[in-house]
């Protein structure tokens, strides 16, 4: 469907069976990101909430910038629509040259941003994080110019994953983070006991920049078998090649938006007490695991499929429809537990997975409370993907950069009211200005899910979770929530942290799950049939 709104039509391409590319892309981010969480205690055992850590947190996000603009994201909304519509017309040889022109551009391009970013990294800090001073800024100067290559690094990866989507290959795409996760692991486990924290710090850097060229290394191989003949030759007459630029550059700037939001969320939390910038990004952290593992895997598994659907207008309206009906009904059956659970139970989900070594219990408390403001916002997060992945299958990028910039503009100045201004008025400690940040950022995802909503509405008619359906969810989970509260209680802190944790989310996924059931949710059901028959087979 064009910006007019016509709906452009492409052949259809195979499909998997209904979620088989949706369980593929989920396995794939679940393998990383549980490498990632492991990653993150191992992090946290050295480093705490320290100086140390803030250092590294803000210096790994600033080159990061780079594989957000470039990356994933945006090469999805611009290149795959594009890539997989000449390969469901059977248009091979066009994609190929599509893929090799669109790789090379990325990296001249990504290229010379590194270049940049690294000569030009001590002024980048000091706008992005001007609260730093002293050994803190020198550090975090440091780390940024040894991860900047890396990251630029990362960008091919990402083209390789447009790639191998567009080929029905989710899974190493998304598994292929486990290498990255892995050499970090392996840095600071080697060097952990045997250097200071800033030595460490930038042993880690290092690291990193190894996990990177890994990443790349284990999907490029796959990416020429599928593609033979591939190579990277700058082309900017093909008409197909333009489009991928054309649409590249709203999705580009709404990624710009998003990287705005997340530079604000550091620049306003830089000048608190040592420790608010860890803790943010801990949070996050944990927060985006069923982002990513729910919301994105269902976008990205749909996205291919619903670029190469055919028919008339009408008929391809209904058709996306009901594909986004059911991916939102998938979306909310996992995220809105995900949401109680970590309002409900945050403390027990840090006590599993972080708290170790120097990462205390006050900073576990200051942690919980940045992960329940961002928890607020978690369902609409989530589900604004999915509407956004729709939007680019339609070749719509300017609207989801409309919204995002209303979602930015909204969460900065609530971020500034909430972080800065708020805790002094409730005579709280400045570092509890981090919980703030998240706050305002869920508070402003509210907005942008609603703008989504409706642009998607007018478009192809109204899709939404089934009011319903949302009562038996939030009803369950809040029940399941009180069950696994309960547990925690009877167990005391004489349980141990990881024991307890795990008990009383257990009590809480079983009593979910089983409530769900008995509430007769079909997804429920379904996932339960397909576990059976799993366990007959």
């Not at 890994?214 to 093909?238: I, M, N």
């Not at 008929?315 to 009901?322: M, N, T, Y």
């Amino acid at each position: 469907m064009t910006e007019s709104g016509e709906v452009a039509a492409t052949p259809a391409a195979p499909a998997r069976p209904e979620g088989g590319a949706a369980i593929l892309v989920a396995a794939g981010i679940f393998l990383s990101r549980i490498f990632g969480l492991v990653r993150q205690r191992v992090f946290a055992h050295y480093f705490g909430t320290s100086a140390a850590a803030d250092a590294f947190n803000a210096a790994l996000r600033i080159p990061n910038m780079l594989q957000n603009l470039f990356g994933e994201g945006v090469l999805s909304a611009s290149f795959i629509p594009v890539y997989a519509g000449l390969r469901a017309r059977g248009d091979d040889e066009e994609a190929r040259r599509v893929a090799g022109a669109v790789g090379a551009l990325l990296a001249v391009v990504v290229a010379v941003l590194v270049l940049v970013g690294v000569l030009a990294a001590p002024l980048i800090v000091d706008v992005i994080v001007p609260g730093f001073s002293g050994p803190k800024r020198d550090l975090t100067v440091r780390i940024v110019r040894i991860l900047f290559p890396g990251i630029g690094v990362l960008v091919q990866a990402a083209w390789c994953l447009g790639i191998l989507n567009s080929h029905r290959k989710f899974f190493l795409s998304y598994a292929s983070p486990v290498l990255w996760n892995l050499a970090m692991i392996a840095g600071l486990l080697w060097f952990g006991g045997r250097r200071n924290q800033q030595g460490l710090a930038i042993a880690l850097a290092w690291a990193t920049v190894i996990g990177c060229v890994l990443q790349l290394l284990v999907q490029l191989p796959v990416v020429l078998k599928l593609v033979p003949g591939l190579r990277l030759q700058l082309r900017h007459r093909s008409e197909h090649v333009r489009e991928v630029v054309r649409n590249f550059g709203p999705t580009f700037a709404g990624r710009g938006v998003v990287q705005i939001s997340s530079f604000v969320d550091q620049f306003i939390a830089s000048p608190l007490p040592d420790g608010a910038v860890s803790a943010l990004t801990y949070a996050q952290n944990i927060y985006l695991l069923p982002v990513s593992l729910f919301g994105m895997s269902i976008s990205a598994a749909e996205l291919p499929s619903m670029s190469s659907l055919t028919g008339s207008t009408e008929e391809l309206a209904a058709k996306l429809r009901a594909r986004l009906d059911t991916a939102l009904r998938r979306v909310a059956f996992f995220v809105v537990p995900s949401a109680v659970a970590m309002i409900v139970l945050g403390d027990e989900i840090l006590g599993v997975l972080l708290r170790s070594g120097r990462f205390t219990g006050r900073d576990t408390q200051l942690t919980w409370a940045v992960l329940d403001g961002a928890a607020l916002g978690l369902v609409a997060t989530t589900l604004a993907r999915v509407y956004s992945s729709t939007h680019y299958a339609l070749r719509d990028t300017r609207s989801p950069l409309r919204f995002s910039a209303v979602r930015v503009g909204l969460g900065l100045v609530l971020s500034a009211l909430l972080a800065l201004w708020l805790p002094r008025q409730l005579g709280l400690g400045r570092v509890w200005g981090a919980a703030g940040i998240t706050l305002a950022s869920s508070l402003a995802g509210w907005v942008e899910y609603a703008l989504l909503r409706r642009s998607m509405h007018r478009r192809i008619g109204r899709t939404a979770v089934p009011g319903a359906l949302l009562v038996r969810l939030w009803g369950a989970a809040m029940l399941a929530g009180g069950a696994g509260y309960g547990a925690k209680l009877l167990l005391g802190p004489g349980a141990g942290n990881v024991m307890r944790g795990l008990i009383a989310l257990g009590v809480f996924a079983v009593g979910y799950g089983g409530l769900t059931l008995a509430l007769g949710v079909p997804e429920a059901r379904s996932l339960a049939g397909r576990a059976l028959a799993r366990v007959r087979r």
